[in-house]
């Protein structure tokens, strides 16, 4: 008589990793800000935002009614999103992209 093997089943144990999530930090458009002060505004509070780029997104803002300015990691976001808030811009809610 011969000897089989038992094969048993092994858990396969896998890590999943996910990643965080990026936000999106929005700007709207409103009646009050003018365009210089949205664009500069943008260059100073958004990390490497340059003039051309700025003021391509303060058009955004008033032809399309609202343009994504940054997106990335929660905590910066938000902090770009309170930073242009206090600045006067007016700005969507957060959200995830």
């Known amino acids: 008589m011969t000897a089989t093997p038992i094969l048993t089943k092994e858990k396969a144990s896998k890590t999943i990793r996910k990643h965080y999530p990026n936000f999106k930090v929005i700007v709207l458009n409103d009646d ?4 210089q002060h949205v664009a500069k505004s943008l260059m100073t509070y958004i990390p ?42 007016t700005m969507a809610p957060l959200e995830t992209a």
């Open 32 to 35: 009050f800000n003018t365009f």
């Open 48 to 89: 490497g935002m340059t003039s051309d780029r700025a003021w391509q997104l303060t058009n955004q803002v008033h032809f399309e009614g609202q343009a994504i300015v940054w997106v990335g990691p929660q905590e910066p976001a938000e902090l770009y999103h309170q930073q242009l808030k206090r600045a006067g811009l």
